[in-house]
Antibody, heavy 115, light 105 residues
């Protein structure tokens, strides 16, 4: 069964940094565009970022542009999200997902930005 | 920037009734890139409809997607207890609507 597992969330102070990881199994990760989607507590889904299959093309929501960087290592079947200059409004559960007809989502990892 | 606006924000219906959820885009979008997701509390979203009207694997045929241009609709033919959840429309890799909470009346 295809699976995505996120890790790396936690509590970080405003202005701090964090790197999330998302490890894929049981599907062809290297052929899949990948996305990060976040959800603040009690709020809706917000698309954050996407990366193409070989990592040569990335796109970001305006709210994170210049602060977040998405990357991938196809040899390790792993997607990353580097988050810098974190703000309170970045507090959310972060999901990695394929957002394709082969619909795979991770379980989410909680990032809390607070002093 | 494309903005998706869903209505109503909350829909209160009883099992067996028909639900109609709307998603309006701020500019015309390709039908190929409009999807609908269902999310239950504490769970990751689940794809229901892709390409405006194609059901994802395992989705019951009481779920129907339609629309074009700027106006899209998700219809649930006869509500089952497990259908009560939050529904999001999504323009592929760009944005989600704010969601419609389908609750039991």
């Amino acid at each position: 069964e295809a699976q995505l597992v996120e890790s790396g969330g936690g509590l970080v102070q405003p202005g701090g940094s964090l790197r999330l990881s998302c490890t894929a199994s049981a599907f062809t990760f290297s052929s899949s565009w990948m996305h990060w989607v976040r959800q603040a507590p009690g709020k809706g889904l917000v698309w954050v970022s996407r990366i193409n299959t070989d990592g040569s093309s990335t796109t970001y929501a305006d709210s994170v542009k210049g602060r977040f960087t998405v990357s991938r290592d196809n040899a390790k079947n792993t997607l990353y999200l580097r988050m810098n200059s974190l703000r309170a409004e970045d507090t959310a559960v972060y999901y990695c997902a394929t957002l394709s007809t082969d619909d795979y989502w991770g379980q989410g990892t909680l990032v809390t930005v607070s002093s | 920037e494309i903005v998706l606006t869903q209505s109503p924000g909350t829909l209160s219906l009883s099992p067996g009734e028909r639900a109609t959820l709307s998603c309006r885009a701020s500019q015309s979008v390709s039908s190929n890139y409009l999807a609908w997701y269902q999310q239950k509390p504490g769970r990751a979203p689940r794809l229901l409809i892709y390409g405006t009207s194609s059901r994802a694997t395992g989705v019951p045929d009481r779920f129907t997607g339609s629309g074009s241009g700027t106006d899209f609709t998700l219809t649930i033919g006869r509500l089952e207890p497990e259908d009560f959840a939050v529904y999001y429309c999504h323009h592929y890799g760009v944005t989600f609507g704010q969601g419609t909470n389908l609750e039991i009346k």
